[in-house]
């Protein structure tokens, strides 16, 4: 059986900011998010992570994805792409990307940025080209499910954050094979491709390349809706960006996700909670915590 992930270990791995510091200081996120369908995607993902800490969040989409979330966050930055005939990020834009992501921290590619002729080819050529740890969501693994084999960077650390369906995609299995041996299938992947592996749902379950697996304590069925995953994303790459060992990111990352959202679920109750609304709650975590 897991490990389970307690608060204990979340807040021995999250340091005190330094007062004697500065945005550089905490890492640089690139995100590669959004087309015109899943707008919304990319600006809950930059939010998750500019509230995890990290001291530069980039996000690299289509204009009209950075013209939905620049009002919201007018506190990240930009890298304008060009859109491709089917509404995503055009193949084109790969090497840009790349040299972006090559001077940040972490690169996290996948919410909202559907699956198109023109991301089919982009996706495997940011994987297997990034020189800095790379966490695969949502479309991003929707993507890697149809190629041969998992891309991943030859020297950097690769974070999958299937939810069942996913996952089920990822391995050529069904849902109910998945949700029927979650550990099993999670550590095995794990394992097998030498990756970490945030198998979403009731108890999200971490493994590490290792055999490692962490079972979370927190969270409820209000974080059935669309959107909290792509908060998740963010949170994780932010925890990366911070020098955290990637395993531990993730572990710290579900964690502080699920107690937020707990909170949350107190507040206006697991009908009435939206994703957006933890954001609020993880910021009081965070202060309750010293952090």
């Not at 304008?80 to 972006?100: F, K, N, R, V, Y």
């Not at 149809?146 to 089920?168: F, K, Q, V």
């Amino acid at each position: 059986m897991g490990k389970p992930i307690t608060a204990e270990r979340v807040w021995e791995n999250l340091p005190v900011r330094k007062s004697e510091s500065n945005k550089g200081s905490y890492g640089k996120v690139l995100l590669v998010a959004g087309s015109q369908r899943y707008r919304g995607a990319a600006a809950l993902c930059a939010e998750g992570a500019a509230r995890t800490g990290a001291g530069i969040v980039t996000l690299a989409a289509i204009q009209p994805v950075l013209d939905a979330v620049l009002p919201r966050l007018p506190e990240i930055c930009l890298l304008p792409c060009t859109t491709g005939s089917e509404g995503g990020i055009d193949s084109a834009c790969a090497d840009m990307i790349l040299a972006q992501a090559n001077r940040s921290s972490v690169l996290a590619i996948g919410p909202g940025l559907s699956v198109c002729a023109e991301t089919k080819a982009l996706v495997p050529a940011l994987i297997a080209q990034s020189k800095v740890p790379v966490i695969l969501d949502a479309d991003g693994l929707n993507l890697a499910a149809r190629l041969d084999s998992l891309p991943r960077p030859e020297n950097a650390p690769l974070i999958l954050t299937p939810h069942p369906g996913e996952m089920a995609r990822l391995t050529r299995r069904s849902v109910d094979e998945i949700q029927s041996n979650r550990e099993s299938v999670a550590a095995g992947y794990a394992r097998a491709n030498h990756c970490i592996v945030v198998l979403k749902g009731s108890r999200t379950l971490v493994a590490g390349p290792e055999g490692e697996v962490y079972v979370n304590t927190t969270g409820n069925a209000g974080l059935s809706r669309g959107g909290s995953g792509d908060i998740l994303t963010g949170m994780i790459a932010a925890l990366v960006a911070q020098k955290l060992p990637p395993l531990e990111a993730a572990a710290c990352g579900v964690w502080l996700h699920g107690a937020a959202a707990d909170r949350t679920a107190q507040r206006l109750g697991q009908y009435g909670m939206l994703p957006h609304d933890i954001f609020a709650d993880l910021g009081r975590i965070f202060a309750e915590n010293g952090r």
